[in-house]
């Protein structure tokens, strides 16, 4: 089987990775011949040869949502996901347009243009977070405002979504998987945290009932989108034990990256599976597993040793040029009980960020 990425970053390093051990061959598409998995494919390709890519391929995913719009209509028919996911996925006001027109539970919002900002404020009320429609990940592109004076500066024309700040219980995410015939998985709940809206840390987390709610609705999403492949959704577990839907990814996920070591198989492999028409794998959770991201730090700037030294600890480096904040690679941890998850977590954030974690 010869499976095409879309994208070149460390969710397709991961998948290719993860699909070598079932003899699965891979060419990837990205402008860079050096990112993570254009380094590891068979074979890379850039844009500009987007038809002898298409046409060596079995069947073409998706690790990256930002791929221009010509190239994912010349790769369509081989695409699962769905490329139409894939562009919904491109622009939040479509994102947000596509749950709430199916029912979906999600902070309100309103969307519009810049000049319509301080309307769209007042409609929603401060605290409210702006956010651009498009090219914003990792907490970039929006904005926390309270107060209607804040709102300046940004594109007359350019589309925001508005919507309300919610004070949160946590963060948690659910990824399911779904195959051609409709068979649906689903991967454990893990509670997800954030520093300056971009993914720190997260850990499986039991909490079954609300876990129970999060499953049945990544299930009915992924029923209604008919997603072959990954589906992941990030929701906000409010005080009063509401479960309101932040944002959904059709491919692999940060939150996810646990599973390379806490469950029978992985997201990665799962999506390879789904989209080549394989038997789905075991979702189950082996054992209490977490994650730690590397943020802005090359490997000469903490100890990979002690890293190591931490019983369970596995170490994953993408291989790519450092820049502040950037996503270098990242630690996972198993533990017998989730509260060892949590001091094995604790303890690669004070190796990875010791003056951050001394403030705290
Ligand atoms: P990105 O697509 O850049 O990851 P998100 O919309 O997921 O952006 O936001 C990143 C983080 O910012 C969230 O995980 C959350 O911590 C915070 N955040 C975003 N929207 C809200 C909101 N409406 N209320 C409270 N926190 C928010």
């Not at 769905?82 to 999600?106: D, H, N």
């Not at 914003?136 to 107060?147: F, L, T």
């Not at 990256?257 to 189950?284: I, K, M, W």
């Amino acid at each position: 089987m010869r499976v095409g990425i879309l994208g070149g970053g460390q969710l397709g390093w991961m998948t290719i990775l993860e699909g070598r051990k079932l003899g699965f061959e891979f060419l990837v598409l990205d402008k860079n011949p050096n990112s993570p998995a254009s380094r590891i494919a068979d074979r890379w390709f850039p844009p500009e040869k987007v038809e002898e890519f298409r046409e060596l391929c079995d069947v073409i995913t998706a690790e990256f949502e930002h791929v221009e719009e010509e190239v994912l209509e010349k790769v369509s028919e081989k695409m699962r996901p769905r490329a139409e996911l894939i562009l919904m996925k491109r622009s939040r006001v479509e994102e947000k347009k596509t749950l709430f027109r199916l029912g979906y539970p999600l902070p309100r919002f309103v969307w519009g243009t810049g000049s319509e900002l301080k309307e769209m404020v007042n409609l929603i009320g401060p605290p409210v977070v702006v956010k651009r429609d498009s090219m914003g990940y990792d907490g970039k592109g929006q904005w926390r405002v309270s107060s209607v004076k804040e709102v300046k500066g940004l594109g007359e024309d350019e589309k925001f979504v508005v919507e309300e700040f919610v004070d949160f219980e946590a963060e948690v995410s659910v990824i399911g998987v779904r195959d051609m015939w409709g068979n649906i998985r689903t991967f454990p709940l893990t509670e997800n945290h954030h520093s300056d809206g971009i993914l720190l840390h997260n850990r499986t987390r039991t909490t079954p009932e609300v876990e129970r709610e999060a499953v049945e609705l990544v299930k009915s999403l992924m029923e209604d989108l008919k997603v072959v492949g990954l589906l992941a959704v990030e929701l906000f577990l409010t005080r009063n034990g509401k479960l309101l839907i932040n944002e959904v990814a059709p491919r692999p996920h940060n939150t996810g990256h646990y599973t390379l070591d806490g469950t029978e198989t992985s997201q990665f492999e799962n999506l390879l599976r789904a989209v080549c028409g394989l038997p789905l794998g075991s979702t189950r959770l082996k054992t209490p597993a977490g994650m730690v991201n590397i943020l802005g730090l090359d490997l000469e700037d903490f100890s990979p040793e002690e890293i190591l030294k931490i019983e369970g600890a596995k170490l994953y480096w993408y291989g790519k040029e450092k820049r502040p904040r950037r996503k270098m690679g990242h630690v996972n941890v198993v533990g017998r009980s989730e509260e060892e998850v949590s001091v094995k977590i604790k303890k690669v954030l004070s190796l990875l960020y010791p003056k951050e974690t001394k403030k705290s």
